[in-house]
C-alpha cells in the first residue's frame, strides 16, 4: 500500500469508526503492526502514516505506544456513537426523536459539541441546531462558533487539549466502567494487572500513561466525571488524587486492562 491509502484508509475509519467495511479496512492495511496512533479524535492519521511508512522502512513493527488494528476496533465496538446536542447514544445514526446524524461530516458534529458543552445560549432545538450548520453559508454565530473551535484546535495548552477532549467524549456514549469481573476476560490485555492500594495503583498509571495526555485520554474514555472536574492548572499529580478519590482500585486496575 502506498502512504496516501494508509492516509484515506485511517480518515475513513476516522468518519465511520463503528462501520464494518472501515474496520476491515484499517485491519487489512496495517495488520499486527503496532503503528496506529491515536489522540482525541481517533486516529492520528498524519503520524500514524509517518509511522506505519517508518515501518515500511525499517522493518520495524511499530512502538509501544501505538496499536494494533484490531485493539482501536476492539475500542470502538465499546462505544456507539452519539449526539453530539444531547449525547444520547444513536440507533442507525438517529435519535430517538429521528434526528439523522448519519451523513453529518464529523467537523460540523464537534461544532455543534463544542457549542453544547458551553453556555448552550447559541443553541435552540436538535433540528433546528443541525439544519443550522448545514447551511452554506452558516449563520454568522455558527460561523463565529466555528472561527472559535478552529482556534481551538490550533491551541496546545492543556487547557485547550482538555477541551478537545471533552468534544471527542460528547460524540461517543459508553457505558459506566464495567466492573473488573467484565473487563477482565477482554482479549488485547497484554499483561496481568493487580493492585491492592493507592501506591500500586500510581505505578500502574505511570507505566501505563506515560504523559499527562495519555492520562487525560485515559480519564474521558473511563472516567468522564473525573475528566469533567479536572481543572486547567492541576498537575499530574492532582489529577491521580482526584481519580483516586472518585474511583475505587479496582474501578482502575478494570480500566487499565483495557489499555
Known amino acids: 500500500m502506498t502512504s ?3 492516509e484515506t484508509v485511517c480518515a475513513n475509519f476516522n468518519q465511520n469508526p463503528t462501520g464494518i467495511d472501515e474496520q476491515k479496512a484499517l485491519a487489512s492495511a496495517l495488520g499486527q503492526r503496532r503503528c496506529l496512533l491515536v489522540g482525541p479524535d481517533g486516529v492520528d ?4 502514516v509517518a509511522l506505519w511508512a517508518f515501518c515500511e522502512q525499517t522493518g520495524s513493527q511499530g512502538r509501544r505506544d501505538g496499536k494494533t488494528a484490531g485493539e482501536v476496533v476492539a475500542e470502538a465496538t465499546q462505544r456507539l456513537p452519539a449526539s453530539p446536542y444531547s449525547g444520547e447514544p444513536l440507533f442507525e445514526g438517529k435519535t430517538g426523536d429521528g434526528i439523522d446524524y448519519s451523513k453529518v461530516p464529523l467537523k460540523k458534529q464537534r461544532l455543534i459539541a463544542f457549542a ?3 453556555t448552550g445560549r447559541e443553541l435552540g432545538d436538535e ?3 443541525l439544519d443550522a450548520v448545514m447551511a452554506s453559508p452558516m449563520p454568522r454565530k455558527w460561523q463565529r462558533l466555528a ?3 478552529a482556534a481551538l484546535d490550533a491551541d496546545e495548552s492543556e487547557t485547550a487539549q482538555i477541551m478537545k477532549l471533552k468534544i471527542k467524549q460528547r460524540l461517543w456514549w459508553s457505558k459506566a466502567v464495567a466492573s473488573p469481573v467484565m473487563l477482565a476476560a ?3 490485555s497484554k ?3 493487580a493492585a491492592s492500594n493507592n501506591t500500586e495503583v500510581r505505578k500502574l498509571l505511570h507505566a501505563k500513561l506515560r504523559t499527562d495526555s495519555d492520562l487525560m485520554a485515559f480519564m474521558v474514555d473511563f472516567f468522564k466525571d473525573v475528566a469533567l472536574r479536572v481543572g486547567s492548572g492541576m498537575d499530574r499529580n492532582q489529577k491521580e488524587n482526584l481519580l ?3 474511583h475505587s482500585v479496582d474501578e482502575i486496575v478494570a480500566a487499565l486492562r483495557m489499555v
Do not use: M, N, S
Open 4 to 6: 496516501k491509502e494508509i
Open 191 to 193: 499483561t496481568p494487572i
Open 244 to 246: 483516586l478519590q472518585l
Open 45 to 48: 492519521v498524519p503520524r500514524t
Open 147 to 149: 472561527d472559535e473551535l
Open 186 to 188: 477482554v482479549p488485547f
Open 116 to 118: 453544547a458543552l458551553g
Open 127 to 129: 433540528e433546528d441546531t
